[in-house]
T-cell receptor, first 112, second 115 residues
């Protein structure tokens, strides 16, 4: 079965600190993509970062980095130097073929 | 350039009525996807179009749900005889390529409420 698991329904972090959002996945496909999306209260889905299953290096995009551990089937998102505007729902997603399979999300709240 | 647009942004309908939701993808994007997000949940895949054909309809929850895409552009998701459990935000996304590495750009969604 193909599945994404996000075990943290909510996380709190102080401004300027780093935070890690957990994501584990399950697939038997040898080739797949892993994505993180941010959904602010406005409801739009904003693409953050992508990691391919064959990529040797962990993906980074500005303050976002993806800690990809293939053997453990985990793809954790690390946000460095958190900002108040980072408060949102964060969804991990996997793409074994065409569609995205989403986790249930983690609500991140950044406090001053 | 314009992003993915969806209309209406909000729709309230009575149980048993039919509704049509529209998605206008980013110009030139060949792949189009429909997802549904129930309150407090992640996104649930409904259907995928490549051009005008739908190679994957596996997520459509029942035969009351159908979708079409014409001219390789605009797509319409139709829900017949709506039920209260159909209440959700319906999100459309498009991608320049259906390949694994290509991100999907999401529209703002249509919030459907069935009373």
């Amino acid at each position: 079965a193909q599945k994404i698991t996000q075990t943290q329904p909510g996380m709190f972090v102080q401004e300027k600190e780093a935070v890690t959002l957990d994501c584990t996945y399950d697939t038997s496909d040898p080739s797949y993509g892993l994505f993180w999306y941010k959904q602010p209260s406005s409801g739009e889905m904003i693409f953050l970062i992508y990691q391919g299953s064959y990529d040797q290096q962990n993906a980074t995009e500005g303050r976002y980095s993806l800690n990809f551990q293939k053997a453990r089937k985990s793809a954790n998102l690390v946000i460095s130097a958190s900002q108040l505007g980072d408060s949102a729902m964060y969804f991990c997603a996997m793409r074994p073929l065409d569609k995205l399979i989403f986790g249930t999300g983690t609500r991140l709240q950044v406090f001053p | 350039g314009a992003g993915v647009s969806q209309s209406p942004s909000n729709k309230v309908t009575e149980k048993g009525k039919d509704v049509e939701l529209r998605c206008d993808p980013i110009s030139g994007h060949t792949a189009l996807y429909w997802y549904r997000q129930s309150l407090g949940q992640g996104l649930e895949f409904l259907i995928y179009f490549q051009g005008n054909s739908a190679p994957d309809k596996s997520g459509l929850p029942s035969d009351r749900f159908s979708a079409e895409r014409t001219g390789g552009s605009v797509s319409t998701l139709t829900i017949q005889r709506t039920q209260q459990e159909d209440s959700a935000v319906y999100l459309c996304a498009s991608s320049s390529d259906p390949g694994l590495a290509y991100e999907q750009y999401f529209g703002p969604g249509t919030r459907l409420t069935v009373t």
